[in-house]
Nanobody, 120 residues
Framework: QVRLQESGPGLVKPSQTLSLTCTVSGGSITTNRYHWNWIRQPPGKGLEWIGFIAYEGSTSYSPSLKSRTSFSRDTFKNQFTLQLSSVTPEDTAVYYC????????????WGQGTQVTVSS
């Protein structure tokens, strides 16, 4: 059974960079066809797809966030990371990592989510 867990600071100051890590157990982030996604949900709003890093290391970003977003991974630690720069209070949300086993548009496994608040 694949398990994902987000970790990182829950409070970030405006203009700083948000950094989150997703740690994966029960499966490898290099498994063929797997896409590892970041998704967020601001208060009172729907889910917003941020992007993915795929099994071979390729990345894709939401057009609305790509200028501020960077993904990376550590295959030895079985982790992948999100960095979102120049944050504002509008970036306050619950952030999730999620696995799509065959595509990036369906998510088969989710982390529990982590609340990130942008505030001075």
């Amino acid at each position: 059974q694949v398990r994902l867990q987000e970790s990182g600071p829950g409070l970030v100051k405006p203009s700083q960079t948000l950094s989150l890590t997703c740690t994966v157990s029960g499966g490898s982030i290099t498994t063929n066809r797997y896409h590892w996604n970041w998704i967020r949900q601001p208060p009172g709003k729907g889910l917003e797809w941020i992007g993915f890093i795929a099994y071979e290391g390729s990345t894709s970003y939401s057009p609305s966030l790509k200028s501020r977003t960077s993904f990376s991974r550590d295959t030895f630690k079985n982790q992948f990371t999100l960095q979102l720069s120049s944050v504002t209070p509008e970036d306050t949300a619950v952030y999730y990592c999620a696995l799509g086993t065959s595509s990036w548009v369906t998510y088969d496994y989710w982390g529990q989510g982590t609340q990130v608040t942008v505030s001075s």
